[in-house]
């Protein structure tokens, strides 16, 4: 099975940046996605990106701040986060799909263990 690791987690200040990535192991094609989770809230879709990295998709909430990447060999998938805001602050994970991009998080079926990422006014 592909082991999904997520890092670059950390405290930042509203308006900086921060660049998550995700290793996958062994390498994937698989559709990969973030999703963060607030404290007493869902879990949310965040981003995705298709296997060829040439289709993603955005929440409306991080559209024109965060952009998403990944590299040719499905080793790791980047989250470049820009002009952060308290609002962002989160555990933030790595998922998994077999399917094309999609927004329901039930076909996402295997996730890392997320990153933390707080962000101060």
């Known amino acids: 099975q592909v082991q999904l690791v997520e890092s670059g987690g950390g405290v930042v200040q509203a308006g900086d940046a921060l660049r998550l990535s995700c290793t996958a192991r062994?390498?994937?094609?698989?559709?990969l996605a973030w999703f963060r989770q607030a404290p007493g809230k869902e879990r949310e879709l965040v981003a995705a990106i298709g296997w060829s990295g040439g289709t993603t998709w955005y929440a409306d909430f991080v559209k024109g701040r965060f952009t998403i990447s990944r590299d040719h060999a499905g080793i790791t998938m980047d989250l470049q986060m820009n002009n952060l805001m308290p609002e962002d602050t989160a555990v933030y994970y790595c998922?998994?799909?077999?399917?094309?991009?999609?927004?329901?998080?039930?076909?996402?079926?295997?996730w890392g263990q997320g990153t933390q990422v707080t962000v101060s006014s």
């Open positions: 062994p390498s994937t094609r698989y559709t």
């Open positions: 998922a998994a799909s077999r399917l094309a991009v999609i927004t329901n998080i039930e076909g996402y079926e295997t």
